[in-house]
Structures are given as C-alpha cells and as structure tokens.
C-alpha cells in the first residue's frame, strides 16, 4: 500500500512539473497572448477590412523559390517605387543586392565598411539607409545606375548605441516619408522599435539634430520572441513587423496595436511549408507583399482578386 501512495505521489508531481513546464514554454513564445489576439482578430475583422492592410486576407503565390545565384545569406527587403523593384543586402561577403519582383539578380553593388550589414531601406530617389547590426550604425547612401560599390568612410552615419548586445541589434528599417520617421528593430534583448526623427538628413543646410523616441509600452505588447524586419505602409500609417522565431508578421496600428497578422508557418495563408527563417518583408504600390528567408529564398504574397 505504501508503494502505491509512493507511486501515486511521484504521478502527481511529474504532472505538476510536466504543466509547470508548459506554462513557462507558453509564457516564453507568448502563447496565451498570441490565442487571445487571434480570437479577437476576426471579432474586429469587419472594423478594418479596407482601413487596413489586412493580412488576413494574404495567399502566397510564389513559394520558396531559390534567389539564383546567389550564395550567401540574404536580410532584409526594402521596395524602391522609383525602379519598380526590390532592395536587399548579404552580409558574409557585404553586398546590395538589387531583385526583380519575381526575385531575379538584377545588379549587385560591394558594400566597403559596412561591418555587419542587416539592413536595408529606400528613403526617396536614390537614397537608402543601411544598418550595420553589431555597431548599431545607421549609414546613409546614395544609389544611381552607375554605382559598383559603396564605401561606409564616405556616407553619413549616426551611431546610436543602444542596449548593445552583440548580434542582437538593429534587424529592420522602415520609413514614414510624410513623417519623415525612420523606424529602427532592435531583434531582441530586450526587443524595441525605435523612432529617429532627424537621420537621414535629408537637407544639409539644415542643422543636423537627431530625436529618439522609445515606446516600451507597446514593443512590450508585440507577442513575438525578436524582430527581423518593419515596414511603413504610407496608405493607412500602419507599421508591420517580421519575426523570425514567431514566424509570423503582425501589422500595427497608429497606436502600435496589434490588428491582423501573417502566419509564416505551413498550412496557413497557402503556404506548403513553413518559411524557415524570414529576414526582410516589403510592400510595392499595388500592395503585393514581398518576404525573403535565409539562406536566399523568395516568396511573394497578394490578395485573391475577388477581395
């Protein structure tokens, strides 16, 4: 009889330690907030339709397809209205990598001490921002259809230094131009979105000031566990935000809410495989969705015509 009580006891406590331990993997990928979010997602779905972007909505169309040749690893995404076309950088052997909208090479421009090249995002014709993650610079370069290469010494640059913790820093960029915003993912440790006003400078004859602002109320309201990339959608002012280890993308609303979301993981939105490690999301003027995954895939995403 004792046995049994034993054994009885030693069930309990393995029960206990077994939903303890789910509770603490739930609490670490937010789980709890991420079921409560999708449940009200749809409630509030016929308050935004046509008021949002609306990721809901999204079908991919185009798959995993391998960017050809391209060997190292891609991050980031950025859409350059001007040349109808996609941005991106490598950062093994630093490049700018300019795609087509079906994910050709179209050129390809050496990136000279940028360090650690994360990424990338247009600014207004001609020039861009980059990153380099590990020295949380912001580098401000100017991109014509002469240009072979890019070197950091000869660029504006602002370095923030912000929570530095190694490879951890500044993942995304995205860029109000009616604000003249530019929005900086910190990937984690702790995760922030920052907002710069005042780089790139965009007049010289202007003083250069530069503001910072940190909203750690609502980054600490993102259900996700890191940042890989943001996008400014200038339409409705919404920002979406790209996490890798989340596998999902969550648009925001002007008051940093969540509203609808993108799940990167297979079976959903059409997807036949889940993306294994999204790096960089961009939008064009049609809406289109563009996503680029480590090592080099593309994928692209739209709205069926009927909606």
Do not use: C
């Not at 090249?117 to 991109?143: C, F």
């Not at 799940?263 to 999301?281: D, F, K, M, T, Y």
């Not at 969705?289 to 069926?304: A, C, G, I, M, T």
């Amino acid at each position: 009889m004792r046995a049994y009580f034993t054994l009885k006891r030693l069930l309990w406590s393995g029960l206990l330690l077994a939903l303890l331990l789910l509770g603490l993997l739930a609490q670490e990928y937010r789980l709890f907030e991420r079921a409560w979010f999708n449940a009200q997602q749809w409630q509030h779905a016929a308050k935004w339709q046509g008021r949002s972007i609306w990721l809901a909505d999204y079908r991919v169309e185009l798959e995993a397809m391998p960017i050809e040749g391209l060997d190292d690893d891609v991050s980031a995404l950025t859409y350059d209205p001007e040349r109808n076309s996609l941005f991106t950088v490598t950062n093994n052997q630093p490049q700018l990598i300019e795609l087509s909208l079906d994910g050709r090479i179209l050129r390809r421009i050496d990136l000279l001490g940028f360090g650690d090249a994360e990424a990338v995002e247009y600014i207004s014709p001609g020039l861009y921002v980059i990153t380099d993650e590990r020295l949380q610079r912001l580098i401000k370069v100017r991109v014509d259809d002469a240009t072979t290469q890019l070197d950091a010494e000869q660029s504006q640059q602002l370095s923030l230094g912000i929570g530095l913790s190694g490879n951890k820093g500044f993942e995304g960029l995205a860029y109000d131009s009616a604000g003249q915003r530019l929005f900086v993912a910190k990937e984690r440790d702790p995760l922030r979105i920052y907002e710069i006003h005042g780089f790139p400078q965009r007049n010289p004859e202007r003083p250069f000031a530069v503001h910072v602002l940190d909203d750690q109320r609502r980054d600490a309201g993102l259900f996700v566990r890191d940042l890989s990339s943001l996008l400014f959608d200038e339409r409705s002012g919404h920002l979406l935000a790209l996490s890798d280890e989340s596998r999902l993308v969550l648009e925001l609303d002007v008051q940093g809410q969540p509203i609808s979301s993108l799940s990167l993981l297979a079976g959903r939105h059409g997807l036949q495989r889940s993306v294994p490690q999204g790096e960089g999301i961009a939008m064009d003027n049609q809406g289109t969705l563009y996503l680029v995954s480590e090592p080099n895939l593309f994928y692209r995403f739209n709205k069926p015509a009927e909606q």
